[in-house]
Nanobody
Framework: QVQLVESGGGLVQVGGSLRLSCAASGRTFSTYNMGWFRQAPGKEREFVAA????????YYTDSVKGRFTISRDNAKNTVYLQMNSLKPEDTAVYYC????????????????WGQGTQVTVSS
């Protein structure tokens, strides 16, 4: 199994940056595809970004392309989400997830989830 813990959230002004981290336990972390999702108040959970186990393939939802970057360091068992040019619409709880099957944009395909970290962007 893989256990995930997110960190790095907080309050930031419009146009600012945050770097989220997701620390994973488990010696097979490097074999998992990883994703970031978010859930804003009153809304459903939505896909943000995903990265393959090797780091060679990435996907982003259209609303964050050019602003967010997903990356991973398998030696540190950690996946990152660098968020730049933040907007109020980015305010949400951000979750990382692990998927052993496929690099996916669908939440139901992920096997493991962290508890989330709050990101608030003030205007």
């Amino acid at each position: 199994q893989v256990q995930l813990v997110e960190s790095g959230g907080g309050l930031v002004q419009v146009g600012g940056s945050l770097r989220l981290s997701c620390a994973a336990s488990g010696r097979t972390f490097s074999t998992y595809n990883m994703g970031w999702f978010r859930q804003a108040p009153g809304k459903e959970r939505e896909f943000v970004a995903a990265i393959s186990w090797s780091g060679g393939t990435t996907y982003y939802t259209d609303s964050v392309k050019g602003r967010f970057t997903i990356s991973r360091d398998n030696a540190k068992n950690t996946v990152y989400l660098q968020m730049n040019s933040l907007k109020p619409e980015d305010t949400a709880v951000y979750y990382c997830a692990a998927d052993s099957k496929v690099v996916s944009q669908s939440s139901w395909q992920y096997d493991y989830w962290g508890q989330g970290t709050q990101v608030t962007v003030s205007s």
